[in-house]
Structure formats: C-alpha cells, structure tokens
Nanobody
Framework: VQLQASGGGLVQAGGSLRLSCAAS????????MGWFRQAPGKEREFVAA????????VYGESVKGRFTISRDISKNTVYLEMNSLKPEDTAVYYC????????????????????WGQGTQVTVSS
C-alpha cells in the first residue's frame, strides 16, 4: 500500500489549505485513515482520523473546530480541510492508514496505523 499526500504549502495565518492523501496498491476500505503532524524538535502529534465509512471522525484538541477530515472510499482518498490556520500549525503532515477493520473506535495513536505517506509540508506565516 502506498499513500501519497499532497496539498501542503505556504499560507498566511487565518488562511486555509486542503490536504489530500491517495492510497494505491493493495488498498482497503475497512480501516480508519488519519492525519498526524510533526514540527521540528517535537513528537508526532495526532491531528484527525476517520473511520472506514466516513461516519465517525475524531480530532486533536488543538485543531477541533478548525480542521475537517473526510474520505472518498471510491477514490481511496482522505482529505483534511484546514481553516483558520495558525503559525503553530506549521509542521510536516503525514497521512496514515490502519489495516485493521475490527476496531470499535477510531484510532488516534501512531502505533495503531500500519501504512504511512511521505509527508507534506505546511507552513503558516504570521
């Protein structure tokens, strides 16, 4: 399984960006997909995740109310709509996929994900 993230870039504070993550190869539709981010010198941080159906989503506290995750199963793609961006949102954003289909919750920890994309840089200027 390969995950290709795109959509990062440079934006001013208060602006918006939309990240995409396309899955290819041996794709699966029953596992959750998520977004994490990592800023220089910091640990990887959970951003958002969505279950296989797209019906349940969870968010990190720092992005609640500003970011929205969604997925298109037919396209094997997950999206992250980011609004009201702040300089502290600056990081490399990684998408991830969970191959486990039996979870009753939406995973939010890095070790629960099996596949990772290469990351896309998001820079928010003040």
């Amino acid at each position: 399984v390969q995950l290709q993230a795109s959509g990062g870039g440079l934006v001013q504070a208060g602006g918006s960006l939309r990240l995409s993550c396309a899955a290819s190869g041996r794709t699966f539709s029953n596992g959750a997909m998520g977004w994490f981010r990592q800023a220089p010198g910091k640990e990887r941080e959970f951003v958002a995740a969505i279950d296989w159906s797209g019906g349940r989503a969870v968010y990190g506290e720092s992005v609640k109310g500003r970011f929205t995750i969604s997925r298109d199963i037919s396209k094997n793609t997950v999206y992250l709509e980011m609004n009201s961006l702040k300089p502290e949102d600056t990081a490399v954003y990684y998408c991830a996929a969970d191959r486990t289909s039996s979870r009753y919750y939406v995973p939010a920890r890095p070790h629960e994900y099996d596949y990772w994309g290469q990351g896309t840089q998001v820079t928010v200027s003040s």
